[in-house]
């Protein structure tokens, strides 16, 4: 899973010096005009649809808020269709996101967790959860709640919730947002804390724009949020 793995003092200093910046995932598909449907039904940003000699054909997509994109065609691949597994989608919201999709008409799992944070048994291979449990995690807890869905060759993706990043995975002096939709869940997460905020200290705060923005930064930031 992104961002779950703590780096090392000696891991952190052999990181390149140049930046390396992934942007392209190629899933292999048996047919192509099916796979650009089913894409665009997502909602997905089409960039590319190129053919070349020899029956080559390239088209790209771009899910919204991502600065990676995904390329699918003939001849771009030579992996058995269906076979791309766990390609993960951060969302804030789990729920809007599934609900977005099912509103598209796409068929998605319901949302769920693994128990007690170990993925150990036989529902699902590999990185989709192998053991789920019904709903979002208890605790609402970063990287801890998922929805599955598939393409048409069965290529399979994942919705994971993280509205805090683990420390480090973030600069902490830059706090950007990859759509409105991202800041708006921020927002109400921030709303929310804010109203605990001020059950507690009795009163109406009239500095809430700088604890909101306080409390946005530093959850972005995986620091230890403002009380």
């Known amino acids: 899973m992104s961002d779950i793995k703590e780096s090392t003092p000696a891991e ?14 190629v899933i292999p598909v048996s047919d192509v005009e099916r796979a650009k449907r089913f894409y665009a039904k997502l909602g997905w940003r089409l960039d590319a649809d190129f053919a070349g000699p020899d029956d080559y054909r390239v088209i790209q ?39 977005e999709l099912l509103g598209r008409g796409v068929e998605i799992s319901e949302v769920f967790h693994g128990a007690s944070g170990v993925y ?3 529902d699902e291979p590999y ?22 869905f598939s393409d048409p060759d069965g290529n399979g993706w994942l919705f994971q ?22 800041l708006a869940s921020a927002l109400r997460r921030a709303a929310a804390a804010h109203g605990e905020h001020e059950k507690r200290i009795g009163k109406a705060d009239a500095n809430w724009p700088d604890w909101y923005a ?7 930031a995986g620091k230890e949020l403002p009380q």
């Open 12 to 25: 952190a200093k052999a990181a390149p010096a140049v930046d390396l910046k992934l942007e392209i995932v």
């Open 61 to 99: 997509f771009t899910p919204p808020g991502s600065n990676a994109s995904l390329i699918f065609g003939k001849n771009v691949t030579s992996a058995a269709p269906g076979s791309a597994q766990g390609l993960y989608l951060i969302v804030s919201d789990i729920e809007a996101a599934r609900k």
């Open 120 to 122: 150990a048994g036989t």
């Open 127 to 148: 990185l989709f959860g192998q053991t789920r449990v019904s709903g979002a995690d208890p605790e609402h807890g970063s990287y801890r709640s998922f929805a599955s």
């Open 161 to 182: 919730e993280v509205t805090t990043r683990l420390p480090g995975r973030i600069d902490s002096a830059t706090t950007t947002f990859a759509s409105a939709n991202d």
């Open 214 to 220: 306080e409390y946005m930064v530093r959850e972005q």
